[in-house]
């Protein structure tokens, strides 16, 4: 019997093609989040949580549950996680799709300044500048060079060790409002957002908030992602899977 689709998870999008999957007969699904965050909001789908062990783990999983299609619905800024999966799949004839939510761009009003990876960042925002790091924990460390700014830092989960030496952590998980963001800007006296052009619906407030402000922007831009078939929607990623063969595949 051909083997399940994997779903590479850990956005909204991915939560939203797990839902819709649901309701396709016949189709087994598997999740995986890659366990970044704790007490991850669950899928409607199995789901398997932690890493598969790198290249050589992932590969195994691959040749042991000899999956009919796996879609790579992970985050634009998971790096690693596109060119492996795809390389991976082509070297076993597996189906591979990317959903890949489009990036922002900017709208009237708003000053970003493109910053090509997070390490750069420090070389636009000067010293002594209040800065809103609104980026998560799980790549702080790109962000030492930020010494010497006063430095208010977001994630899920606190961590030990920020390389910021000064930086004020404040907890939160998304979505945000456009006010709730536009507060804590306010309340830390906010001159420089940093962001990751991560795109979606659900990130834009802090950049709304930004613009009401007058804050400026560092936009970080997305890493490379994998020449391979991709989508930008749920209803696209959908539509490809209901007209593949493996759909009904037994």
């Known amino acids: 019997m051909t083997g399940p689709v994997l779903l590479l998870a850990g956005t909204a999008e991915a939560r939203a093609l797990a839902a ?3 309701a396709l007969r ?5 999740a995986s989040l890659a366990g970044a965050v704790s007490a991850p909001a669950a899928l409607p789908v199995p789901t398997r949580v932690g890493g598969f062990g790198g290249d050589v ?4 999983w691959l040749d042991a549950h000899r999956p009919r299609m796996v879609i790579d619905a992970t985050h634009p800024f998971a790096a690693r996680i596109g060119p492996r999966t795809a390389a991976a799949c082509a070297a076993r004839g597996l189906p591979y799709l990317r959903l890949l939510r489009p990036p922002w761009q900017p709208e009237p009003g708003e000053a970003w300044v493109d910053v090509p990876r997070e390490e750069d960042v ?7 500048a209040r800065v809103f790091l609104a980026t998560g924990g799980q790549r702080l460390n790109r962000f030492s060079g930020l010494a010497g700014r006063q430095v208010v830092w977001r994630g899920i989960d606190p961590r030990d060790g920020c390389p910021i030496p000064g930086a004020v952590f404040v907890q939160g998980r998304p979505p945000f409002t456009e006010a709730a963001e536009r507060a804590r800007m306010t309340e830390h006296r906010i001159q420089w957002l940093v962001t990751r052009n991560a795109g979606g619906d659900m990130g834009r407030a802090k950049l709304a908030a930004a613009r009401a402000l007058g804050v400026r922007v ?6 490379p992602a994998p020449d391979a078939p991709t989508v930008t929607t749920v209803a696209a990623a ?12 037994s």
């Open 218 to 223: 560092a936009m970080i831009a997305r890493p």
């Open 26 to 30: 016949g189709l087994p699904v598997i």
């Open 57 to 60: 783990g992932f590969a195994a």
């Open 122 to 128: 420090a070389r636009v925002i000067s010293p002594g």
């Open 238 to 249: 959908l539509s490809h899977i209901r007209g593949a063969a493996w759909t009904n595949a």
């Open 20 to 22: 819709e999957l649901t």
